[in-house]
Nanobody, 125 residues
Framework: QVQLVDSGGGVVQAGGSLRLSCVVS????????MGWFRQTPGKGREFVAA????????YSADSAKGRFTITRDNAKNTMFLQMNSLKPEDTAVYYC??????????????????WGEGTQVTVSS
């Protein structure tokens, strides 16, 4: 089994930066990819970015391109999301997630079966 603990959220002014972390424990060798999603009240989870565990594949939502960078440090079993130039519309609970099958469309929610508990990001204007 795999467990995820995400952290790093907080309150930041528009234009600021935050770095989210997701620490992975358990059977990491079974992971195909990791992703970040976000959710606001009354809406479903929205894809932000994903990275294959070997680091060779990266995927980003249009809203994240040019501002957010996803990386992973396999030696530390940790995935990161560096978020720059934050906007008020980036305010959400951010969740990390793990996928275990090599499939296309890693922006789909149903590709992921293990989730962190979420970390709140609030961007003030």
């Amino acid at each position: 089994q795999v467990q995820l603990v995400d952290s790093g959220g907080g309150v930041v002014q528009a234009g600021g930066s935050l770095r989210l972390s997701c620490v992975v424990s358990g059977r990491t060798a079974s992971i195909y990819a990791m992703g970040w999603f976000r959710q606001t009240p009354g809406k479903g989870r929205e894809f932000v970015a994903a990275i294959t565990w070997d680091g060779l594949g990266k995927y980003s939502a249009d809203s994240a391109k040019g501002r957010f960078t996803i990386t992973r440090d396999n030696a530390k079993n940790t995935m990161f999301l560096q978020m720059n130039s934050l906007k008020p519309e980036d305010t959400a609970v951010y969740y990390c997630a793990a996928a275990f099958r090599a499939e296309k469309d890693m922006d789909r929610l149903d590709r992921y079966s293990v989730w962190g508990e979420g970390t709140q990001v609030t961007v003030s204007s």
